[in-house]
């Protein structure tokens, strides 16, 4: 049997946003300086940032929500993983930070 080839994806996946990329964006949306505009997003992401580290919570309105948890520690030991027993290293506490898109967003695609 001859070796399978790999499949390559059928639709070709678009660039993602860069920040200056969003910067010009708002700009031509709104009449402002590109600079101007650089310096909302650079602050946005500033007060998200603060908000985050304090309340644990973010909210863009019609965009996304931004939630932090902590992650516990884990023993080492063994546990069984796939009918198998596995042995695993202690694993420290860890912060997780995740976003989920609004339900606005979501109906809107």
């Known amino acids: 049997m001859a070796p399978m080839k790999a499949v390559k994806a059928v639709k070709a996946r678009a660039k993602t946003m860069t920040k200056g990329?969003?910067?010009e964006a708002l700009a031509t949306?709104?009449?402002l300086k590109?600079?101007?505009c650089n310096k909302v997003v650079e602050?946005?992401?500033k007060v998200a940032t603060t908000q985050v580290k304090s309340a644990g919570k973010f909210v863009l309105p019609g965009l996304?929500?931004?939630k932090s948890r902590?992650?516990?520690a884990t023993k080492a030991g063994k546990r069984m993983a796939f009918g198998k027993e596995i042995s695993c290293k202690a694993q420290p506490a860890k912060?997780?930070?995740k976003a989920f898109p609004v339900s606005a967003l979501k109906k809107s695609i």
């Open 29 to 31: 949306e709104t009449g």
């Open 21 to 23: 990329a969003l910067a």
């Open 70 to 72: 902590q992650k516990a």
């Open 34 to 36: 590109k600079s101007e």
């Open 95 to 97: 912060t997780i930070v």
């Open 43 to 45: 602050s946005l992401a």
């Open 64 to 66: 996304c929500m931004i």
